[in-house]
């Protein structure tokens, strides 16, 4: 047993095993109680046909002896990801794709005799733009005539918020950060509006699923219920039912305060922003970075930039329209190596769960070789009142480079900032600037953005 292994603080749930990592590696233990359903889904097909479409992570076998805990029967290595989302942090097409995946994978299952015994979001992640299952242990056996018992786990992880995204307010999808294993049926129920609950499709999956939870909750099981079966043909009626309800859910773009920012409001014009594009290639382009952070990224135009260099761009951003558009656009366009985000700065994902562990923060993803802060700082600072010192000291903590642009108070948007408060920002200028830096960063160029009173400085962390 090799005792430098260490288990993945989320992957405590399954008794059949669980994702560990050594030496930067990821690795997945199988214990002796999984055997059998693995076996299954390797031997039937399944497996096969689900790589096959990159629908699901494939992975190889490792050395038992790579096992951090004993009755390990197998020890595999699945494709490595790129970075680690939480559904809470995904757009609404995303949490969308994801649901679809997982109600295709469960089809497929059913026709090599197997089926999904939990339906998590958290068994999907996003890998070269695309929704990818990773949870090789999910598989079992199934029983004919036995109930789908992930049913409800898809409702409040997939259904629920997404109705509530759509027909409600797209903001809800914050729930999913307070409600981890998936949003309660009854306060689902309470928060639709009435045009939503006549649906008839979300009033059997969400409205009297939650009613039935609430009559039979702590009730033993009567021998009727026990008996009860789900044949195939009512299994597969099931899940196109759920499909046909996620597929009907859409969301409207637009009406937010950053959607048209390059198309109208920004301060550039056409000439300062050609300058500012060029700028950003050229830097990146000589740091030659592996993994990106844009921070307010709007709609991916420097994440597209940053994708040329880069293996992965993680493009955040508060606004969700703009999350929605660039990944629409990244989908559409098959750019894969950007993974659009939502983030509130002020406010970023924490670590959550068990033991605060079992979802990791923003800090704990990080750091990486380059964070791009572009129209990002006043908001920070003018906004939300983050002293410029604490802004370095954070961007130091997640980055080894650092590409930030600082806009000054004179600035158009700046102006509009402080239209309706009291200037309180002794600091913020650029000698300001630079002095909250200098103790965090070396800079390597700076540049101010012709036509314009913005600057951008390439910094590398000391």
Known sequence: ??????????????????????????????????????????TSGLYEALVTDDLILSHEDAAIELAPQPDAWKIIQPQQLNFISHPYEWSFSQLKDAALLTLEIQNRALEFGMTLKDASAYNIQFQNGSPVFIDTLSFQNHSDGAPWGAYRQFCQH????????????????????????????????????????????????????????????????TNAQKK???????????????????????????????????????????AGLSIKDALIEQIVSTIKPDSVWDLGANVGRYSQTAAKH????????????????????????????????????????????????????LIDRGPVDLVLALGLIHHLAISNNVPLLMIAEFLANICRHLIIEFVPKHDLQVIKLLATRDDVF????????????????????????QGTERTIYAMVRK
């Open 228 to 270: 009860r079966t789900l044949s195939t043909r009512s299994f597969l009626a099931l899940l196109d039912n759920l499909k046909g309800a996620v597929e009907r859910l859409k969301w409207q773009l637009g009406g937010t305060e950053w959607h048209d920012y390059y198309d109208r409001n920004n301060n550039y014009g056409a």
């Open 158 to 221: 997939f259904l629920a918020p997404l109705a509530l995204m759509s027909t409600c307010d797209i903001r809800l999808s914050r729930m999913l950060q307070l409600y981890i294993d998936g949003i309660p049926l009854d306060i689902a129920s309470k928060l639709l509006p009435f045009r939503a609950k006549l649906r008839p499709s979300l009033a059997m999956h969400i409205i009297l699923h939650a009613r039935s939870q609430r009559t039979h909750q702590g009730a033993p099981l």
């Open 310 to 361: 880069a293996n992965t761009v993680v493009a955040w951003d508060i606004d969700p329209t703009c999350v929605e558009s660039n990944y629409l656009h990244c989908r559409n366009k098959g750019l894969t190596r950007i993974l659009p985000l939502f983030l509130d700065l002020t406010n970023p994902s924490p670590r959550l769960g068990w033991s605060n562990a079992e979802r990791a923060s």
């Open 1 to 42: 047993m090799i005792v430098s292994s260490s288990v993945n603080p989320a992957s405590f749930r399954d008794p059949s095993g669980f994702v560990f990592h050594h030496q930067h590696r990821v690795y997945r233990q199988i214990n002796s109680a999984g055997k059998s359903d693995f076996e299954q889904l390797m």
């Open 426 to 449: 002794a600091q913020y200028h650029p000698i300001g600037f630079e002095s909250a830096f200098t103790p965090y960063f070396d800079w390597t160029g700076k540049t101010k953005i």
